[in-house]
């Protein structure tokens, strides 16, 4: 992953064991290792994406390279995720974007979500 475009990465932390390795430390500020996650993967953006198909989300995404494209906002039901792409798709007009995940900055819900 480019560190220059983004700098506040931080890849999950595993803890070796006698028997192999632990799942990644997830939640510390709420008190630990608390995992609500469904499908026992890491919380990568893949995953949570996955866990929340079907609910209304805004993906914010940089494009460095374009000047016409260089902050984009992309809204509507999550379809579907894999490990490099979100499917949106918007009811209101019928649009559907594939997006690829690594130009994601940030994701925001108006609800609360499955992690």
Do not use: C
Request: glycine share 8%; no cysteine.
């Amino acid at each position: 992953m480019n560190n220059n475009m983004f700098p506040n990465y931080v890849p999950p932390i595993t803890v070796p064991s006698q028997g192999g390795t632990e799942p990644p430390i997830q939640n510390m500020q709420n008190g630990g290792n608390q995992n609500n996650n469904l499908t026992g993967q890491p919380p990568y953006a893949e995953n949570l994406l996955e866990l929340n198909r079907g609910k209304l989300a805004t993906i914010y995404m940089s494009y460095s390279d374009s000047i016409e494209w260089r902050d984009k906002k992309f809204t509507g039901i999550i379809e579907d995720a894999g490990r490099d792409y979100a499917l949106l798709s918007d009811p209101k007009t019928g649009k559907w974007w594939l997006l690829w995940l690594v130009y994601i900055n940030y994701v925001e819900f108006d609800e609360p979500i499955a992690h």
